[in-house]
């Protein structure tokens, strides 16, 4: 039962044009979601988190939509680079919940191409 | 100001043996969490512990597994009789807080291999 879901295992893009990462989700308790981004023998690391209040956040070169009626969010980097190049997960929480259990997708790598 | 530490990075493993992961959470953080990453998966919730105390344990294997934070010293994922199945990366997070709103840090990982 997978409750967080990134149907493209990966995406190629250009240096300096826009990457676009997806991600459904299934439970409708969901009301937080992060991106975190991962390197080969790295652990994940956080870069922007939505709450579901909001329908987007921005922080700098990323940005996150939420569309709650679809369950649907995405992460957009403008412009990428090739240190972009990593694996992107999304993950959810139920903050009325277990706030604290996180649940991540499968991951989407990204290639940032010179 | 150092993140959260893991040792070892690599562990391998025959069938049947035990396996000890630790995890030093960040500085000043009181709360950790172990993530299982099975090949071509997410990373998965096992448990959520504060310093001696397991909060939640409900996504660990009911056998074989058990995790401790002690008083003093890094939080120990213990693994008996590993098995093939139990090759995974074994992610550590911390954070300062019951987590809802902050994000959860993580240290590099510890990828367990089982002969």
Known sequence: DQQVKQNSPSLSVQEGRISILNCDYTNSMFDYFLWYKKYPAEGPTFLISISSIKDKNEDGRFTVFLNKSAKHLSLHIVPSQPGDSAVYFCAASDSGGSNYKLTFGKGTLLTVNP | ?115
Not at chain 2, 8 to 18: A, D, M, S
Not at chain 2, 70 to 80: D, F, N, V, W, Y
Request: include cysteine; proline fraction near 7%; glycine fraction near 8%.
């Open chain 2, 1 to 115: 100001n150092a993140g959260v530490m893991q040792n070892p990075r690599h562990l391998v493993r025959r069938r049947g043996q035990e396996a000890r992961l630790r995890c030093s959470p960040m500085k000043g953080h009181s709360h950790v969490y172990w993530y299982r990453q099975l090949p071509e998966e997410g990373l998965k919730f096992m448990v959520y512990l504060q310093k001696e105390n397991i909060i939640d344990e409900s996504g660990m294997p009911k056998e074989r597994f058990s995790a401790e934070f002690p008083k003093e010293g890094p939080s120990i994922l213990r693994i008996q009789q590993v098995v093939r199945g139990d090759s995974a990366a074994y992610f550590c997070a911390s954070s300062p807080l019951n987590s809802g709103k902050d994000e959860q840090f993580f240290g590099p990982g510890t990828r367990l291999t089982v002969l």
